[in-house]
């Protein structure tokens, strides 16, 4: 029997949420963090964006689309570090960050839990979050919603929300675009008050107050809540039969 729409899992949903964070997008580089932004940038390459550019992370430009875990079997091009700093800086570029924290404005942190200086937990550090969210299309990955995750005030910012960007000017503000905010439980955009974070959808079986619950700042809520979209039937094959046969994405999202 082929596979139908009703037995997609949370984490199928998730990666056809992330494909959809580059629809629209051509001849950009993508360049997700984690196992379902990897998937959804690369399921968005064999569907509805094309000409999405795809990498190794490190210095070659895929000529085809691999599986998860896989090898190209060509190259496209090279991309060593100084050019991809060009495309960072003309916004040729689509980054899908991870993180510990983000908060209403679209701050984010992965660079250290409590005081800087004496941190409770050390974590990746800063990075080129805050070069990337002034400069191009920024979005954010939580495999966990909590209120640990999503908090009020993030205690360290990398990358730059809507309200810093403004407090610092032109430079930094006229080309700052967080797009959205995937997670285990919904999407999210900053469409709200003030371009605060608001709920875009719900994924299937998840009641808004669980969502509330693991939110720790005021989430503006529409009047009708749309659920997250089902990848549709070629979508499925595509993620299970082509770029994830090891079913890893289970591992990131439980069922």
Request: net charge negative; proline share 6%.
């Amino acid at each position: 029997m082929p596979e139908t729409l009703s037995t997609a899992t949370r984490a199928e949903i998730a990666v056809a949420a992330c494909s959809d964070l580059f629809r629209g997008q051509h001849d950009i580089l993508a360049s997700p963090a984690g196992i379902i932004p990897t998937l959804g940038a690369r399921l968005a390459a064999l569907t509805h964006a094309p000409s999405l550019m795809l990498s190794d992370g490190e210095s070659t430009i895929y000529g085809d689309v691999p599986a998860l875990g896989g090898v190209s079997e060509f190259s496209a091009g090279y991309l060593p570090y100084r050019e991809l700093f060009e495309l960072i800086a003309a916004g040729k570029r689509h980054v899908v960050m991870g993180g510990a924290q983000i908060d209403r404005e679209g701050n984010h942190n992965f660079s250290a839990i409590g005081d800087h200086f004496q941190p409770h937990r050390q974590l990746l550090g800063s990075r080129a979050a805050a070069t990337n969210t002034i400069n191009h299309a920024t979005s954010y990955w939580i495999a966990r919603q909590s209120t640990r995750s999503f908090v009020r005030d993030v205690d360290f910012v990398t990358g730059v929300g809507a309200n810093r960007a403004k407090a610092a000017g032109p430079g930094a503000a006229r080309f700052h675009h967080v797009h959205r905010v995937v997670t285990n439980l919904g999407v999210y955009d900053f469409s709200g008050p003030g371009g605060t974070m608001a709920l875009l959808s719900l994924h299937p079986g998840v009641p808004l107050d669980e969502v509330l619950d693991a939110t720790g700042f005021e989430l503006h809520v529409p009047e009708t809540i749309p659920a997250t979209r089902l990848p549709d039937e070629q979508e499925l094959r595509l993620i299970r039969e082509v770029l994830d046969p090891a079913h890893r994405r289970e591992q990131e999202v439980s069922p």
